[in-house]
């Protein structure tokens, strides 16, 4: 059974950063995959990031395109979302996912979720 733990959540003024962490447990056979997705209230959730766990490939949201870095430490089985230069637009909950990834922004492509963590800016 994989479990997804995220941390990092927070309030931050616009421009200023986070650091989100998901700590993987169990195995991640099944999985090529870990990325991050969030979601506004009354909304469909959607990717920001996604990275392959072998190789290293990273893929992002257009609209976070050169202001967030995912990066995963593999020894400490946590992937990382690092956020900069923080928009009002980025307040949502941000869900840590693990699966296939074949097209890396649909949530259907992951079947683990994490349970969320707050991120919010003002």
């Known amino acids: 059974h994989v479990q997804l733990v995220e941390s990092g959540g927070g309030s931050v003024q616009a421009g200023g950063s986070l650091r989100l962490s998901c700590e993987v447990s169990g195995s991640l056979d099944g999985t090529n995959c870990i990325g991050w997705f969030r979601q506004y209230p009354g909304k469909e959730r959607e990717g920001v990031a996604a990275i392959v766990t072998l190789g290293g490939t990273t893929y992002y949201d257009d609209s976070v395109t050169g202001r967030f870095t995912i990066s995963q430490d593999n020894a400490k089985k946590t992937t990382y979302l690092q956020m900069n230069s923080l928009k009002p637009e980025d307040t949502a909950m941000y869900y840590c996912?693990?699966?296939?990834?074949?097209?890396?922004?649909?949530?259907?492509?992951?079947?683990?979720w994490g349970q969320g963590t707050q991120v919010t800016v003002s």
């Open positions: 996912v693990a699966g296939w990834g074949g097209k890396w922004y649909e949530p259907t492509e992951y079947k683990e």
